[in-house]
């Protein structure tokens, strides 16, 4: 991303309540719309909100990027999107190209899968099945959704194979995925994802344990394939540097919760939540001196069974108390716009937020 310190314009003043789409999913540049989202699971320990209440949308040919810790519940909303979650009690609305997935039944979800939606998951050595061949994976996800012969469908496979960079596709076609190296295996797991073409992509930390070449050259092969397919693409990650590279749009995730929202440019450069705040002062830069330490959050992400009343952020939160009356401990802050398309869930006023952001954050960073 570029200095972070660049000239920045202050965000609009009005705050107002987060619009609510009329029908979700239907606009001609929107593709896939999560309204109210929660996945909740019961243990022997509580009920477990790992996603509780989440909207976002999806933009065709575009990437919404979601980011956070660990168990802030990025993986679970995409696999709540997918229609995964087998015991978890889900609520809200997934709404696809203007069909609501929630609602729909499970045998109808599951024709989907694959062919409207697809997933990159996080670690492909143990997505591909380590007793088949690599291209026997693909042309299995190829025929379950086209009716072709053996023939054809591997004509297919190698030719997603060669699409995405591996060398003699028609031999490696035959290989097991222990013969491939983590970025071939990637490669492959995206072959497999996008030979159906799907309109909705969700890349799950895609490069996770690959060394930075490797990584870049997944991130340049999603990018190139998202504007040949057209496809809308969710980036799941919780490296900042891979969503400054790649993200239209940024979702900010905390506790199960969205806490920011917006354009990956006004996120960036005026972001609106202390969280955020944290996640660009940890962020390792090029540019900075070498002797400058990293800014860490304090403390540690909250239990999603026992998730504090009000701000969940609010334990770990320098600026708890500046907003009156204790609302960030027993009220819990809803998403408010506080620019165009931009929304933060925050009791602070948005004047007080430019002013720490301006005056305090930003000049460190």
Request: charged share 25%; net charge negative.
């Amino acid at each position: 991303m570029s200095d972070l310190d660049k000239k920045r314009s202050a965000p609009d003043t009005a705050a107002v309540s987060e619009p609510t789409a009329l029908v979700p999913g239907t606009a001609e540049e929107t593709f896939l719309s999560v309204r109210d989202l929660k996945i909740h699971f019961d243990t022997d320990d509580g009920l477990v909100k790992s996603v509780d209440g989440v909207s976002f949308d999806v933009r065709r040919g575009k990437t919404l990027g979601i980011v956070g810790e660990s168990g802030s519940g990025k993986s679970v909303t995409s696999l709540g999107i997918m229609g995964l979650h087998q015991k978890a009690k889900v609520s809200g609305e997934v709404w696809l190209d203007g069909e609501n997935l929630v609602a729909a039944d499970p045998d109808h979800v599951r024709r989907l899968r694959g062919r409207k939606m697809a997933m990159i998951f996080q670690d492909p050595l143990s997505a591909l099945h380590p007793y088949y061949t690599v291209g026997a994976q693909i042309t299995e996800a190829y025929r379950v959704h086209h009716p072709v012969g053996k023939k054809e469908a591997k004509a297919r496979a190698v030719e997603m194979l060669d699409r995405v960079g591996i060398p003699e596709p028609a031999k490696r076609f035959s290989s097991y995925p222990h013969e491939f190296s983590g970025g071939m295996r990637q490669r492959a797991m995206i072959a497999m994802s996008l030979v159906n073409n799907p309109e909705l992509l969700i890349a799950d930390e895609p490069t996770t344990a690959l060394d930075v070449t490797v990584q870049a050259q997944i991130l340049d092969l999603i990018r190139d394939l998202q504007k040949e397919f057209g496809s809308a693409v969710i980036m799941i990650t919780h490296d900042l540097g891979v969503v400054a590279e790649m993200a239209d749009d940024l979702l900010v995730m905390y506790g199960g919760r969205c806490i920011e929202r917006g354009s990956a440019e006004k996120v960036f450069y005026e972001p609106q939540h202390p969280y955020t705040w944290g996640l660009l002062g940890s962020m390792p830069r090029i540019d900075r001196d070498e002797t400058d330490r990293l800014i860490p959050v304090k403390g540690s992400p909250p239990s999603l069974i026992n998730v504090p009343d009000g701000c969940a952020f609010n334990p770990r939160c320098p600026y708890a108390d500046v907003p009156k009356d204790n609302l960030t401990r027993t009220v819990r802050p809803e998403l408010r716009e506080v620019g165009s398309g931009h929304f933060s869930a925050c009791h602070m006023s948005q004047e007080e937020r430019t002013r720490i952001w301006t005056e305090e954050i930003a000049p460190k960073l």
